[in-house]
């Protein structure tokens, strides 16, 4: 995927995880840091309807723009769920999950995007 798609396609992650309000959402660019993707999308939802609203938003935005995602993992889990896009993976936790795997620090030296940016 090209990084300007790449870039395109995290936007409207950002957007549907919005919609769904969506909490805590970050954007890292990690595409000079691993061959993984361009950047990662990591955000956080209240309860398990929450996170599966989250997830379904993202794939039916990502769809309607005709992006596909290559693999998901844990969905109807609730506790958190990958949507590989390639260019862009997006991560939806629950707030117990998401602090346990610390996907923030993890990548931190990734460079922070502001959502608001894209």
């Known amino acids: 995927m090209e990084k300007e798609e790449s870039r395109k396609l995290a936007a409207i992650a950002v957007g549907a995880l919005e919609d769904k309000l969506g909490r805590d959402i970050k ?26 609203a989250m997830v379904e938003a993202v ?11 290559d693999h998901i993992e844990g969905h109807k889990n609730g506790n958190w769920t990958l949507i ?4 862009v993976v997006v991560h939806v936790f ?9 996907l923030d620090r993890i990548w931190k ?8 940016e894209l």
């Open 27 to 52: 954007v890292i660019e990690i595409d000079e840091i691993s061959p993984l993707a361009d950047y990662f999308v990591i955000a956080t939802g209240r309860n398990v309807n929450q996170t599966d």
């Open 59 to 69: 794939e039916e935005a990502a769809e309607k723009a005709g992006f596909s995602p």
């Open 84 to 87: 590989d896009f390639k260019g």
């Open 94 to 102: 629950d707030e117990e999950a998401r602090g346990f795997y610390d």
């Open 109 to 116: 030296d990734g460079k922070q995007i502001d959502p608001d």
